[in-house]
């Protein structure tokens, strides 16, 4: 079993839905935000992808909104009831469908080989994308 941990600093992007053209073309919103993100992991990626079955634990940091700093002598410190839990969009869904298809062929071979997914979406003073991967030899 190994264990490959990657932390991506900046505001977590989400999988947009595919558009099409009047003449039919359809193409992928997401395809710079998806090459800058993997310009951001190759550093740290395996030589080869992985190939057996995949465990991955994705934690995305929030950038918290201005309304929740504090103001005059105490600006830039956070308010007593700022909250911890992120329930606002993007859905955590369409974030973890950009991880997943942006470390297909360069983390892991298919992003069909994730068989268990916890994922938790959370305010963070340091925006982020942490992602811990462990294969499974089966």
């Known amino acids: 079993m190994s264990v490959l941990r990657l932390v991506i600093k900046g505001n977590p992007k989400a999988q947009q839905r595919h558009r099409h053209t009047r003449s039919g073309i359809t193409y992928d919103p997401s395809k710079s935000d998806k090459r800058d993100f993997l310009a951001l992991i190759h550093p740290n990626a395996p030589k080869t992808p992985l190939k057996g079955a995949i465990s991955l634990n994705v934690r995305f940091s929030m950038p918290y909104p201005k309304r929740w700093f504090r103001t005059g002598k105490y600006a830039g410190?956070?308010?007593?009831?700022?909250?911890?839990?992120?329930?606002?969009?993007?859905?955590?869904?369409?974030?973890?469908?950009?991880?997943?298809?942006?470390?297909?062929?360069?983390?892991?071979?298919?992003?069909?080989?994730?068989?268990?997914?916890?994922?938790?979406?959370?305010?963070?003073?340091?925006?982020?994308?942490?992602i811990i991967v462990e294969e499974i030899n089966v």
Do not use: R
Request: proline share 6%.
């Open 77 to 130: 410190e956070l308010k007593e009831n700022a909250p911890y839990a992120h329930k606002i969009k993007p859905d955590i869904d369409n974030l973890l469908k950009f991880v997943a298809d942006a470390g297909n062929h360069v983390i892991w071979h298919d992003d069909s080989q994730i068989w268990k997914i916890t994922t938790e979406k959370v305010y963070s003073l340091n925006p982020s994308t942490e």
